[in-house]
C-alpha cells in the first residue's frame, strides 16, 4: 500500500511537462473555470453557513459557566465539518462536470505513451457526462458515511488529531478515485472500474493526496488541481493497466 501511495505521488513529476508538451492546456480551459466558479460558490455558501452551525452546535452546553469559550470552540468546529464537506461537494461537482473534457485528455496520453497506440472511446459527451455523474454520486454518498462518524469523532480531544489524518486521506481516495475514471471509462463498465480502484486503492491516496494538497493554495491550487491530478491519474492508471495485461499496447 505504502510503496503504491509513493508511485502515485510520483506520477506528478513530469505533469506540467506533459500537458505543454501535447498542448493539452486547451481541454483544461472549462473544466479549470468549472473549478473556479464551483470553489467561489462553496466558500460563500461555506462562510454564511458556518457560524449558523456553531451556533446550533452550541446549544448542547446548557451551563452558564464557559459558555463563551463553548460557543468559540462550536464556531471552530463548525467551520472545519463546513470546510471538510464543501471539500468533498466541491470534488465530486467538478469531476462529474469535467468528464465530458478530461476523456480526451487521457486519450491523448495515452496515444503519446504508447507510440500512437490507444483505446479509442465509443461513447458520447453526454455518455461521459451521465457516467462522471454516476460515478461521483455514488463516491460521495461512500465518501459522506465516511466522513461524518470521522468528523463526530473528532469533536473528541487528542483523538481528533488522528481523525484528522484519517479524513484527509479519505478525501484524497476517493479525489484519486474520479481522476483515475477518466482513464478506465474508456476501458472498463461501470462496475468493473470500480473493482479496479480498490484493486489498487495505494495508487488512488497518492493521487489525491497531492489533489487536495494543491486545494490550500489560494486561488492557483483551485485552477491548476485538476489538470495536474488529471494527467498524473492517466500515466499511473495506464501503467498499471499495462503492467497487468490489461490493455496491450503492440510497439
Known amino acids: 500500500m505504502i510503496s503504491n501511495i509513493v508511485k502515485g505521488l510520483a506520477a506528478y513529476k513530469d505533469s506540467f511537462s506533459l500537458i505543454g508538451k501535447l498542448g493539452l492546456w486547451k481541454y ?5 473555470l468549472i473549478s473556479f466558479l464551483t470553489a467561489v460558490l462553496i466558500g460563500f ?4 453557513l458556518s457560524d449558523n452551525l456553531g451556533a446550533w452546535i452550541a446549544k448542547i452546553w446548557f451551563w452558564d459557566w464557559g459558555a463563551e469559550t463553548f460557543r468559540t470552540i462550536s464556531n471552530w468546529i463548525g467551520a472545519v465539518a463546513i470546510i471538510a ?21 487521457s486519450e491523448k496520453i495515452e496515444a503519446y505513451l504508447y507510440d500512437g497506440v490507444h483505446q479509442h472511446r465509443d461513447t458520447t459527451n453526454l455518455g461521459q457526462l451521465w457516467r462522471g455523474t454516476k460515478i461521483n454520486v ?9 466522513s461524518i462518524p470521522i468528523l463526530l469523532l473528532g469533536l473528541i480531544p ?11 486521506l479519505v478525501q484524497a481516495y476517493y479525489a484519486g478515485f474520479g481522476n483515475m475514471d477518466y482513464t478506465l471509462e474508456r476501458h472498463f463498465r461501470y462496475s468493473e472500474s470500480i473493482k479496479f480502484v480498490k484493486q489498487n486503492r495505494g495508487f488512488a491516496i ?7 494538497l494543491f486545494l490550500l493554495i489560494p486561488v492557483v491550487g483551485i485552477i491548476l488541481v485538476l489538470p495536474i491530478s488529471v494527467t498524473a ?6 501503467d498499471i493497466l499495462n503492467k497487468e495485461k490489461q490493455i496491450t499496447h503492440a510497439r
Open 28 to 32: 483544461f480551459a472549462v473544466p479549470m
Open 233 to 238: 491519474a492517466s500515466k499511473t492508471t495506464l
Open 158 to 168: 487528542v483523538v481528533n488529531i488522528f481523525t484528522s489524518i484519517l479524513l484527509f
Open 85 to 105: 464537506l464543501g471539500l468533498i461537494l466541491y470534488k465530486h461537482i467538478v469531476m462529474a462536470l469535467s468528464a465530458p473534457f478530461m476523456s480526451p485528455v
Open 45 to 48: 455558501s461555506a462562510w454564511g
Open 138 to 146: 455514488r463516491n460521495l454518498v461512500y465518501e459522506l458515511l465516511l
Open 206 to 212: 497518492g493521487n489525491g493526496i497531492v489533489f487536495m
